[in-house]
């Protein structure tokens, strides 16, 4: 009987011990391919897309609460990677597992559903679980950076800024993506394939050039975003997204293209602003778009069932599921 009962608690014991290394395995290689770009800012070194946070989020969406352990054991091993285990580092530790933490929470609260097919859905995202919850992390780790001496005090708010832009980026690009992947299911429609593979040429060649080119053409990118969402919905702008930003933040750290003679504050300005408005354009009009056609497949169904009881009335039928008059008695 003892085995028996303690079968399915090891078992349990075992999901959780896996699923705490993956989610740390992949927070930890997340954070160390954002480490791969990185801008100054007021002598303080930050990533303009910092992706472990959106990997944080999508982990507690789909895993659930229990995933804060792998979270907190990922940012411990990135923090790891770049300094010495300090005081401070405790600090780091408890702000960067938090923020996400809190970002699940509030998105839980307001009733979050992770296919993103609702408005509602998209501005939470945006405005609970990237700009309030990535407070938490921006001000604790800068405020650390404060009190250690690593920042002077008129610093703090350009460092701040750009802490908590970076952290905020990473929900709003790579959450919806790991999203997107973890709702996929078999078999895949894949009736647009022709579409789909234009779409991807043309963004190989226009992103590239908007995001090189001395004139200022970044605006290029939006008709691709707006085609994506029309045709693809979150999967196709999302990636067509992450695939800009990845792109943009490339050139603002090589100080090529339209981030040409720029200071590190207006390159950091610009490239977050250029990448917070492509995001949000991205995910709100995909869940716009999605929740329209919600909408419009639940009037269709009505309409069929209509039909459907207006054609047994007029055959004389009783229509299926209503109770004829001696039931009634």
């Not at 999508?58 to 907190?72: D, H, K, P, V, Y």
């Not at 609260?109 to 609702?118: E, H, I, N, P, S």
């Not at 300005?269 to 991205?282: E, I, R, S, V, W």
Request: proline share 4%.
């Amino acid at each position: 009987m003892a085995a028996v009962v303690g079968t399915p608690d090891l078992r349990r014991t075992a999901v959780f011990v896996i699923q705490t290394l993956a989610v740390a395995l992949c927070y930890y290689a997340a954070g160390r391919l954002g480490l791969v770009r990185e801008l100054v800012v007021e002598g303080a070194v930050f990533t303009p897309i910092w992706p472990p946070t959106g990997v944080a989020v999508a982990s507690l969406l789909i895993l659930g609460i229990r995933s804060w352990a792998g979270i907190a054991l990922g940012a411990l091993l990135v923090i790891l990677s770049l300094t010495s285990l300090r005081p401070a580092v405790i600090g780091n530790l408890a702000g960067n597992t938090a923020a996400p933490v809190c970002a699940y929470l509030m998105l839980r609260k307001v009733g979050f559903r992770t296919d993103l097919a609702r408005l509602r859905d998209g501005l939470a995202l945006v405005f609970l679980g990237a700009l309030t919850a990535m407070l938490i992390s921006s001000t604790v780790g800068v405020g650390l950076l404060l009190l250690t001496d690593k920042i002077a005090a008129h610093s703090f708010w350009a460092v701040w800024l750009a802490w908590w832009v970076g952290d905020a980026m990473g929900v709003l690009i790579v959450t919806p993506v790991l999203l997107v992947l973890y709702t996929l299911r078999r078999p895949l429609h894949l009736s647009r394939w022709k579409e789909g593979a234009g779409l991807a040429l043309i963004a190989c060649a226009v992103v590239p050039l908007a995001t090189r080119s001395h004139v200022s053409l970044l605006f290029l990118v939006y008709p691709l975003l707006i085609w994506a969402a029309l045709r693809f919905q979150l999967g196709g702008s999302m990636l067509c997204a992450l695939f800009t930003s990845v792109l943009a933040t490339v050139a603002a750290t090589d100080g090529a293209g339209p981030f040409v003679g720029l200071t590190r504050i207006e390159v950091m300005l610009k490239l977050q602003a250029f990448n917070g408005t492509m995001a949000l354009t991205a995910l709100l009009l995909s869940a716009v778009i999605a929740e329209q056609r919600s909408t419009r497949r639940s009037v269709e169904r009505a309409c069929q069932e209509l039909v459907e009881v207006l054609e047994h009335l007029t055959a004389g039928d009783i229509p299926p599921g209503r109770p004829t008059k001696d039931e009634d008695s």
